[in-house]
């Protein structure tokens, strides 16, 4: 199985600190969900840890929330993910993240280990398309449509876990993401991607040109406690951990 070979110490770098309480649990409240999904073509092995391992192909996910209701008050989250198994295990590994709200990127960054980057995060659904903009400072890093939207059965939508890399205690981790996902509804179309910024989005010389699927939802979004963490250096079986719970 291909494993990754990304030097951890550069991939710390951008690594937020984290403080882990076994008790800490957050309801998110009701999100619109809006995903855009592409094959990565080029060589994949250098985009992780050796701990994980990339699948074949690489599915970029540009994943864009839009939350109201919760505990963290009304903010928004746009992340891009690339997937890879951690042992058998399907999983998606956060390579940057926007939070949209100074609230819900201090909680999410400091107990979840997302990226903080201050930005705007924007859905807007429309009869014909429903479009996703993410901007960072005054620039455009992310517009993408989904077009002409389908209904679908909300048992068609599969949500994937992240692995976050994060520090904790000096030393870098790979945590378990595992979001509470209730589906109330659910689109999907065609994806037309009208601006990417791979620099920012950390893919720098990568282009998007090989289209999967495009979808949208209404969601009901809530955080348990982090139960586990991997070394991002070990295999999955090696390097694994279960926090206490205590």
Not at 39 to 48: A, D, K, N, W
Not at 180 to 209: C, H, K, M, N
Request: hydrophobic share 40%; net charge neutral; proline share 7%.
């Amino acid at each position: 199985m291909l494993c990754g070979s990304a030097p951890i110490a550069a991939l710390s770098e951008r690594a937020v600190s984290v403080e882990f309480d076994p008790s800490f649990s957050v309801d998110l409240g009701q999100a619109k969900w809006l995903q855009f999904t592409y094959e990565l073509p080029g060589t994949r092995e250098e985009l992780f840890p050796p701990g994980l391992h990339p699948t074949t192909p690489v599915v970029v996910t540009l994943q864009l929330w839009r939350v109201a209701g919760g505990e963290l008050g009304d903010f928004g989250l746009a992340q891009l993910r690339l997937s890879c198994r951690a042992g058998m295990r399907i999983r998606a590994f956060l390579v940057q993240s926007v939070i949209d709200g100074e609230h819900a990127a201090r909680v999410l960054s400091r107990h979840y280990g997302y990226i903080p980057t201050p930005g705007t995060v924007v859905i807007h659904r429309r009869s014909d398309r429903i479009e996703g903009l993410v901007d960072v400072g005054r620039q455009n890093v992310l517009h993408a449509a989904l077009l002409k939207p389908e209904v679908l059965e909300v048992s068609g939508l599969q949500h994937i876990g992240n692995m976050n890399l994060a520090i904790s205690r000096g030393a870098p981790q790979l945590l378990q993401i595992e979001p509470s996902i209730t589906t109330l509804g659910l689109q999907r179309g065609a994806q037309q991607l009208i601006a990417f910024d791979g620099e920012f989005w950390r893919l720098p010389g990568r282009t998007l040109r090989h289209s999967v699927i495009g979808a949208s939802a209404d969601v009901k979004l809530a955080l348990p406690p982090v139960r586990y963490v991997q070394d991002p250096a070990l295999s999955a079986m090696a390097g694994t951990k279960k926090l206490d719970s205590n």
